[in-house]
């Protein structure tokens, strides 16, 4: 059974940093292109940033540009998203997807799904 485990978030203060993994099982990621969103409480999924299935190619939310750095590592089967600069806004669930059939920012697109990892800012 494919699963998506997302993990590495956390509190952290403004400013700071966190690191986030996506660890596929049953799934090989390779094959993928891959998206990590977020999710507030009250608010819509929204996408943060995507990479193709080789890594060459790389989207970011205008929001989280310049600041937060996706990469993957297929050896080892997992995706990253490297936060800096964090603020209180970037507080949310975060998710990962894999394989999205249609707009990589869409998250209907995506046919696997993570748990979803917590990340709280404080000011």
């Known amino acids: 059974q494919a699963q998506l485990v997302a993990s590495g978030g956390g509190l952290a203060q403004a400013g700071g940093s966190l690191r986030l993994s996506c660890a596929a099982s049953g799934l090989t990621l390779s094959s993928y292109a891959m998206g990590w969103f977020r999710q507030a409480p009250g608010k819509e999924r929204e996408f943060v940033a995507a990479i193709s299935w080789s890594g060459g190619r790389t989207y970011y939310a205008d929001s989280v540009k310049g600041r937060f750095t996706i990469s993957r590592d297929n050896a080892k089967n997992t995706v990253y998203l490297q936060m800096d600069s964090l603020r209180p806004a970037d507080t949310a669930v975060y998710f990962c997807?894999?394989?999205?059939?249609?707009?990589?920012?869409?998250?209907?697109?995506?046919?696997?799904w993570g748990q979803g990892t917590q990340v709280t800012v404080s000011s």
């Open positions: 997807g894999a394989d999205p059939t249609g707009d990589y920012r869409v998250p209907a697109s995506y046919s696997y």
